[in-house]
């Protein structure tokens, strides 16, 4: 950048709060090396989408962002364009020769050339880095989450070799942070004002080794953690059934610091499905672990997935007898996509697309009834509430219960205007499908 130069860089980042995670480490490293980071892409000379990669639906938003941003050049100050990402570690060649108004590609494990990637471009090049060894990005991090909320990644990668996901394909195999970078990222982040840590990974349970045939060190990370006088929430998404054992469980329910919320994909329940999917773990043992999750007072998030090759009408039935039984406090469930590479992806008896779609909605029907009905029954609870914004009359926000983006809310009644950011304490008054209705009582 000659004549100090600062130049103008915008960042979409598109998918999960992993990736979230990495875009505020891409923020960073650009900051320090010495660009202008701008939230209006009029204003930006350079425009970087972290992509994300997982399924058909995130593949078709990252394209229409690329396509979208790329307008820019017209309306605004744009000069170059630059894919990052899962998209781009996947199909980084096919991109190059389809999408001509990309003008730089960087994958997961090459975040660190962005700035030079940058300059690339804009000196007329069309850089293509993909080619990194799988790492952990450390550094800076730009937050992009409301204060006082921050996600905190203790991993990459994953082992597990489920047949419908591409994930090991992208990130590489499983790796991890030592315990004392984690706990000196999360003191840094509570001196800067953060007050709830939302731990991510793929496998956040597996931390230190869980599930491998001894104890891991979820436990140990939770309590040094939970030790950081600032800290008020701390909360651990990702688990998976096989790592999720007894001694994560107690560590979630009996910290005082850690929200009683565990995030547990389960995917499906018929055991022929479950084999099919190669997915770790039986019928028998998620049942035991969701049995182990109610004893111990626990809220549990779910996804599922209807539709994958082979599951029959009998099939289906299960899993629909599962979530009735069940009664999951929050869910989420997809359609299967067949993933270029993967094993499943050539799997005979295919579920056709009307029968996934419908499979679908009487699976999300079901659970709209069923959240209802737990909603309900937190009428009368006394919760403290995170302030996420105002609204007239009040304010809305989550308890410990509601994970940041993906549950519902909590509106508040209230004669006076609190603080964003902080923290008051509702009485739950109302209940809807998905969020709850509260009065100030503090």
């Given at each position: ?248 469980i107690g560590a979630i329910a009996g910290i005082e610091k ?22 770790a773990g039986s019928p028998d043992r998620i049942r035991e ?154």
């Amino acid at each position: 950048m000659s004549g100090g130069e600062r130049i103008a860089v915008g960042l979409i980042s598109l998918g999960c709060a992993k990736n979230r995670v990495d875009s505020e480490l891409l923020l960073g490293l650009l900051a320090d090396g010495g660009f202008e980071i701008v939230t209006d892409p009029k204003r930006a000379r350079a425009i970087l989408v972290n992509t994300c990669g997982f399924i058909e639906a995130a593949k078709r938003e990252s394209i229409e962002t690329l396509f979208e941003m790329g307008r820019h050049r017209e309306t605004g100050e744009l000069r170059v364009l630059i894919a990052t990402g899962c998209l781009v570690q996947r199909y980084a060649g096919a991109l190059y020769g389809e999408m001509p108004e990309v003008d730089g590609f960087i994958g997961v494990n090459d975040y660190a050339d962005a700035p030079e990637v940058i300059r690339a471009a804009l000196r007329g090049e069309r850089p293509i880095r993909t080619a990194g060894p799988p790492g952990l990005l450390e550094g800076r991090r730009l937050l992009t989450t409301d204060p006082p909320t921050a996600y905190v990644k203790i991993s990459d990668g994953c082992d597990h070799r489920c047949a419908y996901c591409a994930i090991p394909m992208i990130r590489g195999p499983y790796r991890e942070r030592p315990l004392h970078t984690i706990v000196g990222e999360c003191e840094r982040l509570c001196g800067q004002g953060i007050r709830e840590l939302a731990l991510v990974a793929q496998d956040t349970s597996r931390y230190g080794g869980g599930g491998a045939g001894g104890p891991g060190r979820l436990p140990e990370l939770l309590e040094a953690l939970s030790a950081i006088r600032d800290l008020k929430w701390l909360r651990v998404l990702y688990c998976h059934p096989e790592t999720a054992d007894d001694a994560v469980i107690g560590a979630i329910a009996g910290i005082e610091k850690v929200c009683p919320y565990i995030d547990l994909p389960i995917q499906h329940i018929d055991g022929d499905v479950l084999r099919r999917m190669n997915r770790a773990g039986s019928p028998d043992r998620i049942r035991e672990r969701l049995d182990r999750c109610r004893e111990a007072g626990l809220t549990v998030r779910t996804t599922l997935i209807v539709g994958f090759p082979g599951e029959g009408e009998r099939e289906f039935e299960a899993l629909m007898d599962f979530a009735r039984e069940r009664r999951f406090h929050r869910m989420s469930a997809f359609a299967y996509s067949a993933e270029d590479g993967t094993p499943a992806a050539g799997l005979p008896d295919p579920v056709p697309e009307a029968a996934k779609a419908e499979r679908l909605r009487a699976l999300m029907e079901l659970q709209r009834g069923i959240s209802e009905g737990r909603m309900r029954e937190r009428i009368g609870e006394r919760r403290e509430v995170l302030v996420e914004g105002l609204r007239r009359g009040g304010y809305y926000g989550r308890s410990t219960l509601e994970a940041p983006e993906i549950d519902g809310k909590i509106i508040v009644k209230s004669e006076r205007a609190p603080t964003v950011g902080g923290f008051r304490f509702a009485r739950i008054v109302g209940a809807g499908e998905y969020d709850l209705i509260g009065a100030d009582c503090d």
